[in-house]
């Protein structure tokens, strides 16, 4: 069974950063191809950003230049790095392994606010 755990969310003012973490198991981690995934206060879920098995990976407009996603296939783990967050940056982030079928994490709150 494959089981996707998001962590690293919480309240950060703008201009800040945080780290989103995913650990997954119960899937061939090393050929996955992952990504990550926000749904902002009554609006739809909307595609951040994906990386490709070798390492290959594309981002939404809106988080170029601020976002980095990566994975450490050691670890089973995707993670997002978040810099000079805004305010609409706020929402609900979870963590995808791609595929049919696609496996979601719970999702992590990232606020940011002062």
């Known amino acids: 069974q494959v089981q996707l755990v998001e962590s690293g969310g919480g309240l950060v003012q703008p201009g800040g950063s945080l780290r989103l973490s995913c650990k997954a198991s119960?899937?061939?981690?090393?050929?996955?191809?992952l990504g990550w995934y926000r749904q902002p206060p009554g609006k739809q879920r909307e595609l951040v950003a994906s990386?490709?098995?070798?390492?290959?990976?594309i981002y939404a407009d809106s988080v170029k230049g601020r976002f980095t996603i990566s994975r450490d296939n050691a670890k089973n783990t995707v993670y997002l790095q978040m810099i000079s967050l805004k305010p609409e940056d706020t929402a609900v982030y979870y963590c995808?392994?791609?595929?049919?079928?696609?496996?979601w994490g719970q999702g992590t709150q990232v606020t940011v606010s002062s």
């Open positions: 995808v392994r791609f595929g049919s079928p696609a496996y």
């Open positions: 119960g899937t061939i981690f090393s050929i996955s191809v």
């Open positions: 990386i490709a098995s070798g390492g290959q990976s």
